[in-house]
């Protein structure tokens, strides 16, 4: 009862002076770092905000005197949108490896040309992204090429586009 009321005590003041939880944010295995990315702490249970951050250009982040027992993280990074992490216990200064890669649908498209319709290629034009201008002097030419040896994409550009186009069954890929 003795030793109960001692770790009890223990844990108490642990509670009150705050914890720290340190953590670096990467994305996918490659552990490239989630530099700049918005780091929001919630408590678990009423999911107010308790304290917010940014990581650094490593991906590091650090937060004091925590003094919620379960919480949630949700990161915020301009590639890769919201990232949820829930429901995170910790009874001690704690130290988390948060991975936000999320898979892109065109990921394998990148190195196959094959279309996923008719699987095959002679109809497949890439898909060219920005603010493309025609050389001066051959802007008939070049607009000519349009549709017909590649397609323009625009200049809204995400980390998830498609890189190519199959003109026969009128799909990017
Ligand atoms: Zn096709």
New binding site residues.
Partial sequence: MKLFLVLFFISLSDFISGQSITGKVIVGSTEKSGSFVSIQLLDHFNKQIVDKTYTDSEGNFKFEKVRVLSLDLKLTSIEYGDTLFQNIFFSDDTTLLLDIYKPCKYDQSGKNKG?P??H?KD??IPILYGLIVPPQGKEKKFWSRVDVEFKLGGCSITRCDPHWY?K??K?NF
């Fill in positions: 279309c319709a008719c095959k109809q497949v199959c026969r069954d799909i």
